[in-house]
Structure formats: C-alpha cells, structure tokens
C-alpha cells in the first residue's frame, strides 16, 4: 500500500481555476459509499474567481480530502481507539449538534423531519422490533438499537461515518459501536428538534443541557484528530490568536454580503480586545452579558453579536481551524417586549398619510434626493419592497411588459435579502403620478444605465466598511420620516410599509402566494413552491390593490 498521496496541482484554464486528486485504490470503495466519488475528486473555481481566493479555497479543499484519505486508512488498518460509554455518548452529541446546524437556516416543513424519523425507525422495526405488553396490557413497540444491521441503516440515514471521517477519528469496532448506539438515540432528538424547527419554534435547545462535551481520548487517533475538539460549552474554550484573522478568512471563503461584513466586523474587533484584556479569564457568556448598554439592546447583541460570533466560529470548526467553539451554549436573554399598538408594526392610516402627503407635496423633483423622499415612499407602499432593494433602483430595472410597465429587484443593483431577483408589477397610480416621467428624464440625462435615486460616485470607495449611496439614501428616508412626526419606536420607519402592503393586500384579497411573491417573501409549503406566481399573475393582483388616498 502506497504511503504518500499523490500530489494535486491547481491550474488555471480559460481563467477557470481547477485541480484533480487521485484517490489511492486502498480506499477507493469506503471513500465512494461515503462521498459518491469513485477514482477521483475534482475542484472547481469559475472563471473570474480571484486568484488568492482559490488558491485558498484550494488549500481548504485538498486538506480535506487528504485528512479523509489519512482517517479512512486508519480504520482500514485498526488503528482506531476506544471509547468509554460517557465518550461515546458525548461524541454523539457532537454529532447533534453538526447534524442541526446544517439545517437550521432551511429545515424546510415539518413532514421531512417527521417523515426521516419514520422512514428508518420503520426499516430498524422491520430488521430488529418487536411488541412488548406492559402491565395494562398496551402494545409498546421497541426496537433493538444494538443490532448490527439496525446500527448499519442509522449510520446511512445519519451520515454518521462521514461526520467520523471528516473529524479524522477512527474508532475500534466496538468503540463504533456504543457510537452509534448513541448516535440512533440522539438522532430521534435531532429530527424533533428540526421538526420543532420547521414548525416555527424557535425557543431555546433545551437538549443541549444533557449533552456532555467531548474530549478525545489520550491514546492516539490518526491524522486530524487533533482538530477534533468539542463543540464545547461557552467556558471550556479559548477563541483562536485573532478572531478578525478568522473573520477574514470566512469573508474569503463564504463572500457574504457587504452589509453582513461591515455588520459584522465590529464584533470580532472588540472580541479581540476583550480576549486580550482579559487573557486566560476570558468567558464568552460574561463577555455578552457585559455588551448590553443603554445603547445597546440586548436584541442587538443576540441578533447581531452573539449571531455573528456563533456562525463565524461553527464554520471555522467545521473548517479545522479551531478545536471547538467558544459560543456554543451561550444565550442573551431578550426581555419580552409588550405591544400597545393597535396595527402593531405596520403603520396606522393617520402615520401613512402623513408620509404620503409630504412625499407627494414634493411635486416633480428631479435631483435625487427630492425624488428619493418623493418616489420611495410610494413605490413601497404600492409594492411592500424592502426600502433598501428600492434606493437602489436603476434605470434599466424598470421595464416595460406586455402586462404593464415593472419594476426589477435584482442583486446585480445592489444587496437583496434573499440573494434572488424577483419582478414586480407597477401600480397604475404611481403611474398616473408621474414615475416613469421621472425614469425616462433620469434616462435622458444618464443614459441607459444608472441610478435613480442617488447620484453615482466619482470612484469606488476604499473604505472596506462604506455601504454605498443607496444605504445612505435608505437611511436618510428613515430620518425624514421621523422628521415628519411619525416618531412612535414601536414601528421603523421605513420596513412598516412591508407589514402595511401586506395587511392591506389580504384585506383586498389578494391571494397568499401572491402577496408572498410581491414581497420576496418564500414559499409557505412545498406545494407553493410549485405555484410561485408570475409577472403576469401579480400584474392582475395589483389591479386590485386599493389607491392610496392622500387629501
């Protein structure tokens, strides 16, 4: 059996960046049932990658692929170690936890969750089950998790061997065994949890608490294990030298948007310093719960702060580039807020007139500030966008359609939430008011292409924090608003038109699926999402969308 792998080599054609690696014939069939490759594995970077970008993410993705080789031969060659009942126990809970957090942005509808649990508990049952009465005489049903064939199909089901693999732990037979053992019973928790998920119910993981933390035995396991670690509670670990060193490298290799980076970045900044004025005292929990101010609510620093630090360091675990993180298991308890507003959050019919009498009193501006105050707040009030995806409007995004006249929210103009484009019809009143006067006057001045409602920059900034014009002019609206008295905290000043759209939009019964579709809003059930309506079908809706009266 070869000792060294073969080299992989990226190159570059046409632009496009790409690397092969041979997979040694030793582990050719374990390597395919874990991952589907059979001879070989390829990487990929379109053309227009930047070229330290793929380089990086070329490093990542060979590393991997060569702890997997180096872990599955381990095991080929015995070279696995035992584990006690409590660490095989508490490996599963790492298994939990990995399994649940690939699956909390999307869990998708309650019946996946519900329907997987049935699927193997059904196909163990067939294998190993069978009915035991108990004293009132009920059938219980039970299933004999220790069988090997029940344990093969969990390990399937559970990807259980590939979260091994990855971690680079190689276990004795009977080590395996208790793991998945262990693995089948957390498996049932994990697929309540995403059910609860799926349903809506956001609440805390209470099963977290009963999960102990890992920690690897001291005999040796093979390459990677070191990188192992545990997912940790928030005072067993220490974050890395530099958590905006780390930050970086996420902003490398997962590109969030620019919003999210200069969001975000604040808080591995003051991570480092806190870890560094506070040395090896430093607790993730005590550190959270020092971040709440008077100007500074504890919804921010659970949203934004604890948000931020929890997703940056599970993808630096799942990365290899720390043992464990620090932030799993900590909370920021958010006080229940009371609701003394009648519409709650959208706007109440005196605070919409207010808005739309002052915008409409601008008459015909041209600049495009004047026509920002003027425009935006009516274009979100006859399409229920966010305020954010219509500052950044530009002239080639309204189009003309053989439906009416549409405008395009596209992430080519700037950040959209959902990262999709979508088309929204045009209400004929904004019609009649004059918008697309304005659009084709923006249009004669700038030409095809260019931006509505601010004025292009000279250059682009250096600045790697600066937002763009478009969040400036956002920003400026939200302030006007508040300068025309709708003053009330209890709603924001630009998003409460989404809520109002809405709330109007049902009222004139305008369908679900295309009040949804309207506002960028996804699919309530699978089913919808074979329904998603048209241009041509939200053309019609908005025809019956009530006018705005302003006197």
Known sequence: MASRFSMATL????????ARKRLPEDIRSEYQ???????????HRPAGTPPEKAKAEFAAWLAEVEGRIATLRASKGGN?????????????????????????????GPKRWSGLRKELWDMAYHIAGDIVDDVEETPVYVVDFEHPEVLRIFDAGTRASQFLTDR??????AA?????????????AATKTLERRASGDWSEDKHLDQLAAFEPPTSPIIAGNAKLGSVASCRDVSPPASASQLFEAYILDRQPKTSTISRWRVVFTALDSAREADGPDWDAQQWLDSLRTENRSARTVRDIWLSAART?????????????????????????????????KEFTEVEAQTILRASAALGSPMDPWGAAKR????????????????T???VQDIEQRACGPVLRITPDAGTVKTGKARTIPIHPHLVEMGLLDYVEAVKARLGKQGPLFFRPPARPSRNPSYRGPAVKARERLAEWVRELGVTDPGIQPNHAWRHSFKRRAARAGIEPRIRDGICGHAPRTVAEAYELPTVEDMAVAIQKFPRWKVP
């Open 11 to 18: 190159k570059w054609t046409n632009g496009a960046a790409k």
């Open 392 to 394: 950044q409007l530009r």
């Open 375 to 390: 425009w935006v707040p009516w274009l979100c009030a006859y399409s229920g966008a966010r305020v954010g995806e219509l």
């Open 176 to 188: 395996r065994t208790s793991f998945l053992f262990a693995v089948a019973r957390e498996f049932l």
């Open 312 to 344: 940056v360091f599970v993808w630096a675990v799942r990365k290899r580039r720390v043992t464990a993180n620090p932030f799993e298991g900590c909370t920021v308890e958010v006080p229940r807020t009371s609701q003394t507003r009648e519409t709650e």
């Open 33 to 43: 049932a874990l991952y589907g490759q059979v001879s070989e594995v390829k990487f």
């Open 80 to 108: 696995g170690v035992d584990l006690t009942q409590r660490q095989a126990d508490a490996l599963a809970g790492d298994w939990y936890r990995w399994f649940t957090s690939q699956h909390l942005d999307n869990p998708g």
């Open 168 to 173: 680079g732990v190689s276990l004795t037979e």
